[in-house]
T-cell receptor, first 114, second 112 residues
Framework: NAGVTQTPKFQVLKTGQSMTLQCAQDMNHEYMSWYRQDPGMGLRLIHYSVGAGITDQGEVPNGYNVSRSTTEDFPLRLLSAAPSQTSVYFC?????????????FGEGSWLTVV | AQSVTQLDSQVPVFEEAPVELRCNYSSSVSVYLFWYVQYPNQGLQLLLK??????LVESINGFEAEFNKSQTSFHLRKPSVHISDTAEYFCAVKEGGRALTFGSGTRLQVQP
């Protein structure tokens, strides 16, 4: 059971380039989300989805797009990368958004924008 | 709105000593509380969680946390730490169907 899989693990981008961080889960979870982690700031929610075809913004959505065409996949797109988007990105999933369901995290994607 | 404060950014401690990592939360409704652990260059793993019932919750590796509603706290403790406990620990709060809100993290550094 792979859990939550993120690719790539490391990426260097030039300012203005675009890229997609991939996220897939094999647990049939309805709820998926993307967080970014910056030193001293914990994890901040970028976007989330409560099911296929449904997405919504989190705390820091600017500069990022998402879509959820299948239950398994939740890619995060950076349309025009900026140095402020240098961060570690985590994809997460859980059975549903309600209650105290455990949220499972991927291993992270380290992104550097130069 | 829910929020979490972790009062210590770093906690150095000697091996086999006790440790407490502090967490306070703010919320206007009932919440679920979590502690996650992050080892270097890895994702976050659930350590323990409080949903309801007994206010003292335990993990399989000797950590425990106590939910204190009056003080809005959920401090994490371990009576005797090991070198392998060196990691960053995140407290998180969740209101109902809302997303998790994380604290800024506490880096536990266990020294021999």
């Amino acid at each position: 059971n792979a859990g939550v899989t993120q690719t790539p693990k490391f990426q260097v981008l030039k300012t203005g380039q675009s890229m997609t961080l991939q996220c897939a889960q094999d647990m049939n979870h309805e709820y998926m989300s993307w967080y970014r982690q910056d030193p001293g700031m914990g994890l901040r929610l970028i976007h989330y989805s409560v099911g296929a075809g449904i997405t919504d913004q989190g705390e820091v959505p600017n500069g990022y797009n998402v879509s959820r065409s299948t239950t398994e996949d939740f890619p995060l797109r950076l349309l025009s990368a900026a140095p402020s988007q240098t961060s570690v990105y985590f994809c997460a999933s859980s059975y549903s958004s309600g209650g105290g369901n455990t949220i499972y995290f991927g291993e992270g994607s380290w992104l550097t924008v130069v | 709105a829910q929020s979490v404060t972790q009062l210590d950014s770093q906690v150095p401690v000697f091996e086999e000593a006790p440790v407490e990592l502090r967490c306070n939360y703010s919320s206007s409704v009932s919440v679920y509380l979590f502690w996650y652990v992050q080892y270097p260059n890895q994702g976050l793993q659930l350590l323990l969680k409080y949903l309801s019932g007994s206010t003292l919750v335990e993990s399989i590796n000797g950590f425990e946390a106590e939910f204190n509603k009056s003080q809005t706290s959920f401090h994490l403790r371990k009576p005797s730490v090991h070198i392998s406990d060196t990691a960053e620990y995140f407290c998180a709060v969740k209101e109902g169907g809302r997303a998790l809100t994380f604290g800024s993290g506490t880096r536990l550094q266990v020294q021999p």
